[in-house]
T-cell receptor, first 110, second 114 residues
Framework: AQSVTQLGSHVSVSEGALVLLRCNYS??????LFWYVQYPNQGLQLLLK??????LVKGINGFEAEFKKSETSFHLTKPSAHMSDAAEYFC????????FGAGTRLTVKP | DAGVTQSPTHLIKTRGQQVTLRCSPK?????VSWYQQALGQGPQFIFQ???????QRGNFPDRFSGHQFPNYSSELNVNALLLGDSALYLC?????????????FGQGTRLTVV
């Protein structure tokens, strides 16, 4: 079974619209969850992480995510999309080492 | 502070050949992991090195091997290359024992097997 599952391989929004990228985690994994962003032909950059402190986590570039244990979810949001947000986004969990979801490609339309 | 550095950035190999990729971890990190990222997919865990030994391994064949040196740098070796080995290979480092610490990634090495 997947440790983390990202719903939607591709999300398209208009510039200025809400961004919502979905991630559900297996209830058997430790609740150390991460979101990474990857721009074309580059490595992964950490956006934010949840480590059992506040359930609402704020990250870089205006992104935030809320840990919901009852829903086993850790969805990533941003109130207003910018063209520069277009990238691949990965949800990840630590299981000995970092394990990643399949990724969601975000497209931002002008 | 230099982050994780990988070399080379790109290379092209012929099927059946062998390749070595290199990684220097972020300063202060002693655990190095390698990932394979095929086009359009998420990174897949290959293995992790700590104290010069392989500590964990993902579902990859023995053609994939590695090494960690006393200065914590690492190499990934792939023998008998297949076309399916074409991918972006990512190196990541973390401080050992840090359960909640994120991994820091290099820019990757793009391997093309022809």
């Amino acid at each position: 079974a997947q440790s983390v599952t990202q719903l939607g391989s591709h999300v398209s929004v208009s510039e200025g619209a809400l961004v919502l990228l979905r991630c559900n985690y297996s209830s058997s994994v430790p609740p150390y969850l991460f979101w990474y962003v990857q721009y074309p032909n580059q490595g992964l950059q950490l956006l934010l992480k949840y480590t059992s402190a506040a359930t609402l986590v704020k990250g870089i570039n205006g992104f935030e995510a809320e840990f919901k244990k009852s829903e086993t979810s850790f969805h990533l949001t941003k109130p207003s999309a910018h063209m520069s947000d277009a990238a691949e986004y990965f949800c990840a969990v630590i299981l000995g080492d970092m394990r990643f979801g399949a990724g969601t490609r975000l497209t931002v339309k002008p | 502070d230099a982050g994780v550095t990988q070399s080379p950035t790109h290379l092209i190999k012929t099927r059946g050949q062998q390749v070595t990729l290199r990684c220097s971890p972020k300063s202060g990190h002693d655990t190095v992991s390698w990932y394979q990222q095929a086009l359009g997919q998420g990174p897949q865990f290959i293995f992790q090195y700590y104290e010069e030994e392989e500590r964990q391994r993902g579902n990859f064949p023995d053609r994939f091997s590695g090494h960690q040196f006393p200065n914590y740098s690492s190499e990934l070796n792939v023998n008998a290359l297949l076309l399916g080995d074409s991918a972006l290979y990512l190196c990541a480092s973390r401080p050992v024992g840090a359960r909640t610490t994120e991994a820091f990634f290099g820019q990757g090495t793009r391997l093309t097997v022809v």
